[in-house]
């Protein structure tokens, strides 16, 4: 390189000293001037990931270029014939390390802006909400890219390490499937955005609750009675999972309701609307109304339906329209009616048995014996 040749053509102290000083100066310069500028201007923006990527990268920007003077040392011919050591070892002692230590600074640059930006994604609300498990793939392929380049670095042969990996891959593969299938379902659940965290999800065995976790191996769930369910994400994947949160919050509640035959259809019409407008669970917009869905044996089958803002108010919501119902029914004098029954019970008749007379009472001629009175005990 050109650069080398002019930094050869120089006293060695002169060379080191200058691509020091050139080195230093640039990091002081990214430090005062560079960095300044852009935390200025970032603090402008509307988003906060800017600010995450810049206090991320500046330490590994300054880093190297600071470390970028003594790895070039390493290549100067001039200088490596001055140092009392050969340049194999001159670049094992300074060059080596500084490269390792500006690729590690960088990868855990990258690892931290990923994982920090995740989180404030998911602070920001559900539009912008990532699965966990985003985080955990990102830093495992920053780990195997870091380890990968260190090796190379330091010339490692990396031959016998991936035989090695691939016999160990399949033997972890086979001792550790569950987990593996665990791993894999939770990134196909990811990027099908099944689910997300806050959402309340039904289990196709029945189970509900809100989602607090996504994890590599599981998913956790907050039940109604605060118990933590935590489901395998294998089996997540390959069962329904009904998502009461999505693809809005809202939910509709039906409230089935009987009344008598011949009960003014019109006026319980408004007044099963009126109850649902005066309570406060539900909303406004969709209007409540109701339907009468089927004439039944007893009863005129009819159902409220309304709105209430989130899944885990349905419930209440019922039991309150359930109570309001009965207590304006009575009020109103709407009968609920119950299922009836007339049973009409005969009056008892003597049978052909209590009249016929018994085998004892009968004559060897077949006449019935007039001693005998039926057995009377007369």
């Not at 002019?6 to 990214?30: C, I, N, T």
């Not at 709105?307 to 009968?335: C, M, Q, Y």
């Amino acid at each position: 390189m050109n650069v080398l040749a002019s930094l050869d053509a120089l006293v060695p102290w002169q060379a080191a000293a200058l691509v020091l000083a050139v080195s230093l100066g640039a990091a002081l310069l990214a430090e005062l001037v560079v960095i300044r500028a852009a935390r200025r201007f970032v603090t402008r923006t509307k988003t906060g990931l800017d600010e995450i990527a810049l206090a991320e990268v500046r330490v590994p920007l300054v880093a190297s270029l600071a470390l970028a003077g003594v790895f070039v040392l390493t290549r100067v011919e001039g200088v490596v014939a001055a140092v009392p050591v050969s340049g194999a070892a001159l670049e094992s002692f300074f060059g080596d390390p500084a490269l390792t230590a500006v690729v590690l600074l960088w990868a855990w640059a990258l690892n931290e802006i990923v994982n920090r930006g995740v989180e404030y994604l998911q602070d920001q609300g559900a539009r912008y909400d990532f699965a966990p498990v985003f985080s955990n793939v990102w830093t495992l392929v920053v780990l195997v890219g870091t380890a990968g380049t260190v090796l190379y670095i330091w010339e490692v042969d990396v031959t016998p390490l991936l035989a090695g990996a691939g016999i160990v891959g399949i033997t972890v593969g086979f001792a550790a499937k569950d987990t593996v299938a665990n791993f894999f379902g939770g990134v196909a659940l990811y990027f099908d955005d099944t689910y997300r965290v806050g959402d309340f999800v039904e289990l196709d065995s029945g189970e509900t609750g809100t989602v607090v976790e996504v994890g590599i191996r599981s998913t956790t769930l907050l039940t109604r009675d605060e118990v933590l369910v935590t489901v395998p994400n294998s089996v997540l994947n390959a069962t329904k999972v009904i998502n009461q949160s999505a693809p809005s919050r809202r939910r509709r509640v039906r409230a089935p309701v009987g009344v008598a035959y011949g009960t003014d259809l019109d006026a319980l019409e408004a007044l099963l609307v009126d109850i649902a407008a005066d309570e406060t669970l539900v909303l406004d917009s969709p209007k409540p109304r109701c339907r009468l869905r089927r004439f039944g044996d007893s009863a005129l089958e009819y159902e409220l339906l309304c709105w209430v803002s989130s899944p885990t108010r349905r419930a209440k919501a019922v039991h309150r329209l359930n109570r309001a119902i009965h207590d304006r029914f009575a009020a109103e004098g709407i009968e609920i009616p119950y299922p009836k029954r007339d049973v009409s019970v005969a009056a008892d008749r003597p049978t052909d048995d209590a009249v016929r007379p018994s085998p004892a009472a009968v004559n060897g001629d077949g006449a019935v014996d007039p001693a005998d009175d039926g057995g009377s005990g007369r």
